[in-house]
């Protein structure tokens, strides 16, 4: 995986994305850079009513996401997405977004509603 991104989904017109948590990068890579900004866009494009899981394909890498519902909220989502090589197998792109959103959730569920600024 090149990089991850946990982000607390808009759920009204005009709210923005919350970001929740994020991979640090140990190398300067400007391919990488403008792979963050398609992230991004992802991340204001997604919505409560988005596919709770999905690949997008961007030149040699895929996005991949799913998002499930905040833990004790009234139709708020987490998104959990992914930047990894296209060749990269989806079932485990899938399986690792699958252990993080656990673990995630596990560790700091009761806090997502209350964050209020971005990590």
């Given at each position: 995986?090149?990089f991850?991104?946990?982000?607390?989904?808009a759920?009204?017109?005009?709210?923005l994305?919350?970001?929740l948590?994020a991979?640090?990068?140990?190398?300067?890579?400007?391919?990488?850079?403008?792979?963050?900004g398609?992230?991004?866009?992802?991340?204001?494009?997604?919505?409560?009513?988005?596919?709770?899981?999905?690949?997008?394909?961007?030149?040699?890498y895929?996005f991949?996401?799913?998002t499930?519902d905040?833990?004790?909220?009234g139709g708020?989502?987490i998104?959990f997405?992914?930047?990894a090589?296209?060749?990269?197998?989806?079932r485990?792109?899938?399986?690792y977004?699958?252990?993080l959103?656990?673990?995630?959730?596990?560790?700091?569920?009761?806090?997502?509603d209350?964050?209020?600024r971005?990590?």
């Amino acid at each position: 995986m090149k990089f991850t991104l946990i982000f607390r989904v808009a759920t009204s017109p005009g709210q923005l994305p919350m970001p929740l948590a994020a991979s640090m990068d140990d190398e300067k890579d400007s391919d990488l850079e403008k792979y963050k900004g398609q992230a991004k866009k992802i991340m204001r494009q997604t919505s409560t009513t988005s596919p709770p899981q999905c690949t997008i394909e961007a030149g040699t890498y895929s996005f991949h996401y799913v998002t499930v519902d905040a833990p004790g909220s009234g139709g708020a989502k987490i998104c959990f997405l992914t930047l990894a090589e296209k060749g990269y197998p989806r079932r485990f792109a899938f399986d690792y977004l699958d252990d993080l959103q656990k673990e995630f959730i596990q560790l700091h569920g009761q806090q997502i509603d209350s964050v209020e600024r971005p990590y």
